[in-house]
Nanobody, 115 residues
Framework: QVLLVESGGGLVQPGGSLRLSCAAS????????MGWYRQAPGKQRELVAH???????NYADSVKGRFTVSRDNAKNTAYLQMNSLKPEDTAVYYC?????????WGQGTQVTVSS
C-alpha cells in the first residue's frame, strides 16, 4: 500500500508558475513510475507527465516545454514544475504511483489559472 499526498496547488495568474509535490509513503518509492494526471470539470482525467524509475520522462503535447516532472528518491517525493501556465491548465491535479499493474492515487490538488 502506498499513500500519496499532493501539495502546492493554488490560484495563479496566466503566465505564472507553480510547483506541485507528491510525497509517498513506503520503502520502494524508487521502483515506482510516478505520474501526474489532471481532470478539468466535465472532462476525463488525462495524463500530464510521468517519470520512470530510471528517470525517463514523458509529457502530454499540451504541456511540453512548459512543465517538468522530476523525482527525489531520497525524499520519496515527485514534483511537477509548471511554468507559463494557461487558463486551460486549470484542473485538479492527481499524483499517481504505478508498479507493474497496480496504481495508487493521491487525493488531488486544485490548480486554477485565472486573472
Amino acid at each position: 500500500q502506498v499513500l500519496l499526498v499532493e501539495s502546492g496547488g493554488g490560484l495563479v495568474q496566466p503566465g505564472g508558475s507553480l510547483r506541485l509535490s507528491c510525497a509517498a509513503s513506503g520503502s520502494i518509492f524508487s521502483l515506482y513510475r510516478m505520474g501526474w494526471y489532471r481532470q478539468a470539470p466535465g472532462k476525463q482525467r488525462e495524463l500530464v507527465a510521468h517519470i520512470t524509475s530510471g528517470g525517463i520522462t514523458n509529457y502530454a503535447d499540451s504541456v511540453k516545454g512548459r512543465f517538468t516532472v522530476s523525482r527525489d528518491n531520497a525524499k520519496n517525493t515527485a514534483y511537477l514544475q509548471m511554468n507559463s501556465l494557461k487558463p486551460e491548465d486549470t484542473a485538479v491535479y492527481y499524483c499517481n504511483a504505478r508498479l507493474v499493474m497496480t496504481d495508487y492515487w493521491g487525493q488531488g490538488t486544485q490548480v486554477t489559472v485565472s486573472s
